[in-house]
């Protein structure tokens, strides 16, 4: 296994590049030519930041073609130089279906009618998630290292119903049912994921993270039922129970395989989650679900540079202006790049929103989102670089024993509380078998009274 990049730029950007916002016209009649001006503003913000791993959100799918659109804006607009900034070429990319423009059959916003005529509200409102036509506000993965093609997992298809607990809205005519907004039949087809849950591991030379990618409602445009609020909260909430293997044997993916993600594994959550922790109209501050997470990487916040965060973490810092990521008449933070606290060490980031006199402001008015990246380094998952430990007494002291890995190099260190301070004098000579790569370790000068031993793990 080869040493993994030293950095690794993930960003996030709701780059508006759907059928509404570029006017009544196809993404692919834009994309086609090298000419037209938002396809080239949003090359260009990418070109600045240089992300190695970058989600899109709205970013239309079209299902007949489903690599037309992604490769597209590689050959025409990101491997051309805009403005004079150097052209990015993304050898992996990943788009698959969502539910968007999806009809459902349904009257789902209890209009009195469903709406049919593609390209109308009235077909948005009722579709399995709002699109005036299939395949808007679709999303695109583009690396720069290798996708896991064979190991992706979707959740496209996942009822919202077969969520446990799940805080369906309810129609407030008939207090003495609860939940009842959506009927039995409509729940039957009602599908969770407004666009769709993507879990996509991309190797850095065989190192393993997974992008876990979404674009969950925005959790407004309903009425008292709050039904695109709550599930707002619910989609968020889907990755927060696939991180916690006892809480995720409920989710089933498009294939039927059930449970979420495996212990000790890296993470990144990446997408457009139309929910500020404070501001807004979020129902239960439906982000904190991930925020708080005990396997969420929160502490460190992507800020604007031409903003000085008034607070520190821990007072009130999702309310600093700094921070935010949405332009629109309440700005809010609704776009995150949140790494998992295992394997991973955030070492920069930022929310790119340059304003004047920086020249380059005209690029980001044409969005009303703001990308935001995050610099990582890998670092080892002790669990999967040290198995089976344990201790034993010898005539000469004390030993250790585990199970390791290649690629990995080990030190040992003592001290005579947990607490440290942890030393590695004198040295304790760490043996690793070639081949089984079975580790030993002798600790011949044991002092008197107790002793505690931890083994640090580095790349090799």
Known sequence: MALPPTTIRFATFNCSLNRTDIGNVPLSTLLSVTTSSKPKQAAEIIQRIRPHVLLLNEFDYDAAQPDNNPSLFQTNYLSVPQNGNAGITYLY?????????????????????????????????????????PGQYGMVIYSRYPIQTSAIRTF?????????????????????????????????????SSKSHWDVPISFDGHIVHLLAHHPTPPVFDGAEDRNGKRNHDEIRLWADYLSPGTASYIRDDNGVSGGLA???????????????????????????????????????????????????????????????????????????LPSICGLRVLAGGVYWPEPPDLATPLVTAFDHRPVYLDLALNPVSDQAVQNLTTTRTVNGIRLNWQGRAGYAYTVQQATNLSGPWVSTPTIPVTVAPGTYAASADDAIVSPGRKFYRIEVRFQ
């Open 93 to 133: 990319r990943y788009t698959a279906a969502v539910n968007t423009g999806v009809p459902s059959g349904f009257d789902l916003n209890r209009s009195g009618s469903i709406g049919t005529t593609v390209g109308t509200d009235a077909y948005g409102d009722d579709s399995l998630g709002f699109g005036r036509w």
């Open 156 to 192: 496209q298809n996942f009822l919202w119903k077969d969520m446990p607990g799940a805080v369906l809205p309810d129609d407030a005519a008939t207090p003495t049912v609860a939940n009842d907004w959506y009927s039995p039949a409509m729940l039957n087809v009602f599908r969770l």
């Open 263 to 337: 212990e000790h594994e890296r993470f990144v959550i990446v997408g457009d989650h139309n929910a500020d922790p404070f501001r807004g109209d979020s129902y239960l501050q439906a982000i904190k679900q991930l925020l708080d997470h005990p396997k969420v990487n929160s502490l460190y916040s992507p800020s604007r540079s031409n903003y000085t965060p008034t607070h520190a973490f821990g007072t009130g810092y999702w309310n600093d202006d700094a921070y935010l990521t949405g332009n629109f008449s309440t700005k809010l933070r609704v776009d995150y790049v």
